[in-house]
């Protein structure tokens, strides 16, 4: 049997365990393909909060070494420089007004319906982070949006294996993060993957739900109760529960969850060794926001970053409602560090995760282990109600040059 013996030292249990897991300690994704293939029912995703790991239940366990097998982590997905870089935004404007960044991704999506293909991404719904299929262009509006959390792939590999089986004629496309996408790849067999058409974020990094259940709860708030939820506003990072009455933070300072995700403290483990923060992709098309655009002007209503990365990626964005101009793809790299290395841990962070462990309130702990980040976000509440001319305040993206 090949699987991987780890040692794991819980804080809250302080001693010695022995886990059976899929691939190394604390470097699970979080992708799901391993327990989708596991017809036993063999592993289970044990979610520490800081840290995944599949967990093989030893009695359910056939020893067929599929999981180990088919797992991204234990044996990666090839990767490509990309053929071609734009940078651009949706055409249509409610796709554009509704996206977090250009719309680039719903516009592939609505190429691809319009097409009469399918579509599989995240959505919100009850609380969770899943994702669902779509085949018309109203079925995509779940999509829209970045969520700045976990989230959870498991209910589409059947339904994608199906429709690339069945359907050589249907386009389909699954929008994703790298992680996700590669678990998808490497679940599906080669001859259906190569139908299947990817599109992946580039990716800062992702915290467990549990982190932003815990957040939310400091406000009263219970995730499973809100019917939606924004993450962003183009570059406003703010946890945004719609249609509920409680406001979390004043217009235009990023909130205690969203400066920790961007100063990533609050990531799973796995997310400081990601192989995928770089240029080269797994995906035929890559978006993510044109940090450090010349079309400044453009970025109120968002400017995505586009890496066409095959053939079928360059048909992909060039026959979507899309404008297109070039980009300075030295100074893009430049401006978004994902497309280098992955960002590195913060020293702290191991308390912090431990205290929010032990039901530390959210922003309490932010404030006792990372004093700092906390105090800039006390000062930017200050500032933005200050009479300054609003055009010179900024409201903190991936680069808040206010405070870096
Ligand atoms: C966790 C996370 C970290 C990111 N980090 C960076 C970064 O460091 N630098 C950068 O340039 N861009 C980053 N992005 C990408 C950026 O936020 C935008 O999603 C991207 O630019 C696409 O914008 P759009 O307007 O084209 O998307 P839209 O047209 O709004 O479509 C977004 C698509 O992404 C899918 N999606 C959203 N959230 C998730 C999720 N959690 N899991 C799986 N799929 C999801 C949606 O379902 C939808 O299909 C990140 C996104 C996420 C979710």
Redesign the pocket.
Known sequence: MSVQCSLSVPFAERRFIIMITVCNHNMCTGCMACVSQCSHHAIEIKNDIDAYNAMIQEEKCKRCNLCFDICPVNHPVQNNAPLKWYQGW?NEES?RA??????????I?DYVINKGGIVF???FHKGK?IFKMASTREELKQ?????????NPMDIYRDIQHWVRLAENIPVLM???PC?IAGVKRAIPKKYSERLLTVD??????PAPQILERFMAQYGLNLSEIKKISF?SKSHFQVDPLGSEKVISIPGVADCYMRAFLEGIVYTENCYQCPYARKERISDVT???S?GTELRQEMVS?V??ILCNTERGVELVENADLTLHEVNIQNAIAN???LNQPISCPTKRRQFMRAIRKGMPFNRALARYFPLIYLRYVLKRIYIMLPVDPLKKHSGG?KDNLWH
């Open positions: 949706a796709i509704n996206a977090s960044s250009g719309g680039v991704a719903t516009s999506a991404s995240c959505v982070f999509f829209q949006g970045s969520k700045y959390v976990k989230s929008i994703g993060l996700q974020l580039i990716c800062h990094g992702t962003r978006v993510g926001d940090w968002g995505s970053l978004n560090q994902q991936y």
